[in-house]
Structure formats: C-alpha cells, structure tokens
C-alpha cells in the first residue's frame, strides 16, 4: 500500500505557500516538500492540522493505494 495525497493541489487552490502552510501547522517548509512529494509520511496529527487548516477532511488529502 502507498500513501498518497493531493496536498499540493488543495494548497495552491487555498491561495496558501508551502511556507505559510508550514508555519499554520508548525513545522518546517521541508516537511511540507516532503510531503507532498510522498516521501515522508505526515504523522496523525499532522494530517489532522492539514486537514484543519485546508478546510478538507483528511480523507480528502490522503488516501492508501494498492501497488
């Protein structure tokens, strides 16, 4: 199973950075890169402060594929 996200995408059309993201959740612009890219996977809380700060359900923002 991967981890995928359309984090990225419901930034852009939130208006938001990935830096003022970053700062509205608490971490670094890297983590955000990171990701969004896939290559690191957010913790539950993280998800859940994206989530707040997107306006999206978590749902929305990540989901689990089959490889």
């Known amino acids: 199973m991967i981890l995928r996200n359309r984090l990225r995408d419901i930034r852009l059309q939130r208006g938001l950075t990935q830096q003022s993201l970053a700062q509205a959740v608490g971490v670094t612009r890297q983590t955000i890169i990171a990701v969004e890219k896939g290559s690191a996977r957010p913790s539950v809380e993280l998800a859940l402060k994206l989530a707040g700060v ?3 359900p978590v749902a ?3 989901w689990l594929e089959d490889v």
């Open 60 to 62: 929305e923002l990540f």
């Open 54 to 56: 997107l306006e999206s």
